[in-house]
């Protein structure tokens, strides 16, 4: 018997793959099913990490279970290669991103191929490939002219080491997160898109997505924030400011409770105060200066200045509110103006607690005494009954909002209103190595957008990125160019976008890559939406959103017919590792490290010098915790396939799977206990007999392992079927080919070619290198999904419990399917009935089909 041998069999048959071009897409077909399985695009960081395994071969599985079910699979990968890992490394090492990001390319796909995924690489595109962006420049141009795209100032994070502009999840305890620099906030001129426009729509087809996670809903839609309130106007006390003060408020029901009206820092009035007011001048510089996320404004101390005016009390004119710049009122929500409640919210409650602002409770809680009622250092913000606010006594919250916006609108002082947290898409970056935005800045004309015909708008070839900033800024040529209006002298915009607007539509021009436009339209139209997509939760929020406003914009334009762009979506979990350290704190990699084991105690020590590691905790793969794994290695050991399965089947695909090399040495050795039972098979034919009981055994179990694969691949329970596999390759050795029947082995050869292609999804080359040791046609990768009989899934026999009056008593075993009345009678007919029952009187018996008897009788 010949030992199986990854490092021969894997690279024979993925080279078998690529010679009968297995995964390239069949063309549009409206008379095939089609299905559509997209995994979120890499970065081409130079080296898969088990994080791709994982995430590659989840979609792998789908992708060749659909084409084995029939399906038109389009199965395509591409690079998200703009960004500034490239850039930085121009700047650090002296190399030319492009050639870096193409290098990097090049060796990841090597790796992916590796891996034995079904990838249509015909499709194969990154985003800084000129043919991709020019195209990308195309239907900005088209949402220009809609209007969707303008250009504003805008309050940034500026990095003045990189002399560029940060997002605040680059800004690190108010530095920049490569310089280190303290980060200083700028107004700069931006480009923006209106995502903001579709603020209504990007919330209500949440609903529609009913294959999307639910917390990714909720994600995406507290994202968005569209909250109903009231929009209106404090009077100032002093006479001679006539204009007023908006607010915008979710809970106008609280106003009565109204301690403090608070501005933003970046406030039009906070900078009229502080034209005076040097002390206002120094709080707001201090505020620039803070917390620039909101997660972080959140948890940050509540500081705020008073300015020193006051307002009126809408629904009380006698009742006065000072007015306060706070640090965590954000200008671009509602107004940048708020009113503050502090016994009903928490920001304002801490806020009042410093400043000594009172705390006046007017939502009482379920069962509360009104009398003695008193928040503390907690906002009350559950459920209750207004008190201590005038008309609104009495109400529960909901009617006192719509009481609140009622009065308001009778006086004239504000009207309800609805608004979003989300702001339009800021897709400007201080950046050489991106799309550039294909727009010229002309003296006399203005912005000017690129005609079609000079697209695309590329790299100059001789970029330098030798200085900190923007290289194209500096180019002293590239830039200058004549004005498509009017031929004047002018200059290209130097701007490039930021790299969510590549990966927003990436799934669209891998519909037909060759297309001169940038999405063939009916090429899209029968590939879209994305049938299956798949990716980490931590693009639940940005990159999916801006996917979804992407396509209902380029629907609108005309590009597109679909609205949402992804029909079911997955998140799986990351791969994590055991951290290691030595006693000093310095990171330790697995491979460095041996375990010891004395009972349920581990120890760790280094494998060179022998002394002690601290094991930490099971974190995500990370190169900063040197608690990576290298698929090479791990495929060089125990072959591809090993590595796939163990990724496959340790956890649930949701959840965060632990590398272990014990898990992975236990998936290589199923693997060659599966070869072992194709290399045992007998050649045929064999003589099959109905009558045999072992095969009929086997067979009624190969039908339920298909069924059981089925379901497992169908609801993303991909862990809870290679249990199935596992459990059946068990069943398969006690039903062992030496010495059985020919009606057995005719079974086993029959259960063998279905164990092959239930396999070919987690495994394919071992499936491959099984079809071929048993004679099946063609290869397993264009072998049909078997089919189950669902009779042949029910056991023979079920084991039925029998009650007296409700109580379990004993068991009785009866046929699978068996009709009440001839349970009934079995049961009646049994000698253990007669002696449980003796001296006892039958009233009835209940028989639940396949479930249960239940025996009512009387003493």
Known sequence: MTRYNPKDTEPKWRQAWDESDAFRAGPPDAARPKYYVLEMFPYPSGRLHMGHVRNYALGDVIARYKRARGFNVLHPMG???????????????????????????????????ELGLSIDWSREFATCDVEYYGRQQ?????????????????????DPVDQTVLANEQVIDGRGWRSGAVVEKRRLSQWFLRITDYADALT????????????????????????????????????????????????PDTLFGAAFVGIAADHPLAAEVAASNPGAAAFIEACRQGAVSEAEIETAEKLGFDTGLKVRHPFDPDQELPVWIANFILMDYGTGAIFGCPAH??????????????????????GADPTTFAVGDEA???????FNSGFLDGLGIEAAKAAAIARLEADGAGEGATVFRLRDWGVSRQRAWGCPIPVVHCPSCGVVPVPKASLPVAHPADIAF???????????????????ACGGAAE??????????????YFARFTDVEAAEPIQKAAADYWLPVDQYIGGIEHAVLHLLYARFVTKALSDAG????????????????VTHETYRKPGGEWVEPGEVVIEAEGRIRRARLLSTGEPVVIGDAEKMSKSKRNTVSPGEIFEVYGVDAARLFVLSDSPPERDAQWSNAGVEGAWRFVNRVWAEFESQPAGPHAADPADAAAETLRRATHRLTRSMTEAIETFRFNSGIARLYEFLNLLREHKAEGASEALLAERAEALSVFARLIAPFTPHLAEECWARIGGEGMAVFAPWPAFDEALTREAEVTLPVQVNGKRRWEIRAPAGAEPADVEKMVLDDPETARRLEGLTIRKVIVVKDRIVNIVVAG
Request: aromatic share 12%.
């Open 79 to 113: 690079w998200d290669a703009f960004g500034l890992p490239a850039e930085n490394a121009a700047m650090e090492r002296g190399v030319d991103p492009k050639a870096w990001t193409y290098d990097n390319i090049a060796r990841m796909r090597g790796e992916l191929k």
């Open 138 to 158: 195309a239907w900005f141009l088209d949402l220009f002219e809609k209007g969707l795209v303008y250009r504003k100032e805008s309050l940034v994070n500026w």
């Open 204 to 251: 209500d087809d949440l609903k529609t997505l009913d294959r999307w996670p639910e917390k990714v809903r909720t994600m995406q839609e507290n994202w968005i924030g569209r909250s109903r309130g009231a929009r209106f106007s404090f009077r100032f006390t002093d006479p001679a400011r006539t204009e007023g003060l908006e607010v915008y408020t979710t809970r």
């Open 345 to 366: 919210d928490q920001r304002d409650l801490d806020f009042a607690r410093k400043y000594g602002l009172p705390v006046r409770p007017v939502v009482l809680p379920p």
């Open 380 to 386: 009350w913000t559950g459920a209750g009954a207004l």
């Open 466 to 484: 030798g200085k900190a900033g923007n290289a194209l800024d500096r180019h002293p040529t590239w830039k200058h160019v004549a004005c498509p």
């Open 492 to 505: 290209r915009e130097t701007d490039t976008l930021d790299t969510f607007v590549d990966s927003s539509w």
């Open 559 to 574: 590009h597109l017919s679909v609205r949402e762009p992804f029909a079911g979506l997955f998140t799986q979990g990351m």
